[in-house]
């Protein structure tokens, strides 16, 4: 019986994949991969390329999610692109989506999830998690994202910083994922919500692939040009 299965990709080394994840990918009939507009390559199909059985001739398509706000927009692009997908799996196929990091973390795949249970609840669904980037992210810096007795917090995207601000003053840990941005914007707030100079302050941009930057100071020695502009971005803070 054809089945779907959401793979996790991980934060970009292929070498990250589970094993789970490179047999399913393998197996795959049809690959439908995410990206964020029409002509631009998938991030997770650049991922997985490598580990593609080619003489099984998979179907590759890609899902465009446009990278708006507007929920009429997102909602007709979910309904849309999950119409795709269950169509294929009802045509005998046996589908494969991925997605960057794992798929229960501000993944793509969360609403078009709600989408299948909803509308096509006879598809059978398989899920494989992935590595998130803020592990692949500590084990690179070599530190710790909480111990002991240790609150963390993460955060998507730096929209509303007294929110943010507010979680600073309960939390030893801050994981800002994604959009870097937004990151210079929170750093005077951190300061304010009670993060000394000397607390760990780490960042980076496109981990796991050969154009990662890591970085790793105190929250005292950072400027400018510590920030990255790259939305693939993750930053860490964590209070002396």
């Given at each position: 019986m054809a089945e779907l299965t959401c793979v996790?990709?991980?934060p970009g080394d292929p070498e990250l994949l589970t094993v789970k994840?490179?047999?399913a990918i393998k197996a795959a009939d049809v690959i439908m991969c995410p990206t964020s507009k029409e002509g631009k390559e998938s991030i997770a199909y650049s991922i997985i390329s490598s580990i593609v059985d080619n003489s099984r001739k998979p179907e590759i398509v890609n899902l465009v999610f446009p990278m708006v706000k507007d929920k009429e927009i997102l909602e007709d692009t979910w309904e849309k692109n999950t119409r795709t997908i269950a169509e294929s799996v009802r045509g005998g196929k046996n589908?494969?989506?991925l997605t960057v990091g794992d798929p229960s973390l501000y993944s793509t795949w969360i609403y078009i999830h709600r989408e299948l249970r909803e509308k096509y609840p006879d598809v059978k669904i398989n899920i494989i998690p992935g590595i998130v980037s803020m592990f692949a992210f500590a084990s690179k810096?070599?530190?710790s994202i909480a111990e002991g007795?240790?609150?963390m917090a993460v955060i998507p995207a730096c929209y509303d910083l007294a929110r943010v601000k507010?979680?600073?003053k309960n939390c030893d840990t801050m994981v800002f994922l994604k959009d870097g941005r937004?990151?210079?914007q929170v750093i005077s707030l951190l300061k304010e919500a009670g993060f000394p100079d000397n607390s760990l302050f780490a960042i980076a941009q496109d981990v796991g692939t050969d154009q990662e930057i890591?970085?790793?100071l105190t929250l005292g020695e950072v400027t400018k040009e510590t920030f990255t502009n790259k939305y693939f971005s993750i930053m860490v803070v964590k209070r002396a």
């Open positions: 996790g990709c991980g994840a490179v047999k589908v494969v989506y810096v070599g530190i007795d240790e609150t507010e979680t600073a937004y990151f210079d890591v970085k790793k």
